[in-house]
Structures are given as structure tokens and as C-alpha cells.
């Protein structure tokens, strides 16, 4: 089950499961501009320490290829589960 805006230490994420350890980030185009890429790199690395892995899904593939981006999200979730 992913939770949509779960809080996790000092950050909010997008969408999370648990049960993977999975955080979900669907990045706009703001994430390529000035600081963002570090900023979500420092947060990328302090989930990792907490034992999450973060996949980071582009807004625009969300919204031109929706299923194929489900289907990334699936794929990672499944195989986090099943180790």
C-alpha cells in the first residue's frame, strides 16, 4: 500500500510504501533549476541511511506515458518486496 504525502524525518514524500521501503518522487521541472538537484540529492542520501530507496519519476512522463510510469513503480515495489 503506498501512503501519498508521508512525512519521514525532516521531508514529505510523495508517495511511499513501507512494506518496500519505497519513496516515490514525481519531480517537475523546478527539481533541474538552481539548488534542487543537491537538495534532492542530500534528501535521496539521508533516506538511503534510513534503509529507503527513492525512485524519482519526471512530472512529464507521469503525464504523456501514465501506465508505463505504474508500471516503473510496480516493477520497484515488487522487487524491494521480494528481495
Keep these: 500500500m503506498f501512503r501519498r504525502q ?25 527539481h533541474a533549476a538552481g539548488d534542487r538537484p543537491e537538495r534532492d540529492e542530500r534528501r535521496d542520501a539521508w533516506l538511503r541511511e534510513q534503509g529507503i530507496r527513492t525512485l524519482r519519476i519526471p512530472a512529464v512522463e507521469v503525464m504523456q506515458r501514465c501506465d508505463e510510469a505504474v508500471e516503473r513503480v510496480v516493477q520497484a515495489a515488487r522487487a524491494a518486496i521480494e528481495g
Design 6 to 30: 508521508h512525512p519521514i524525518g525532516p521531508y514529505v514524500i510523495d508517495f511511499y510504501c513501507a512494506a518496500a521501503r519505497l519513496a516515490v518522487e514525481i519531480d517537475g521541472w523546478g
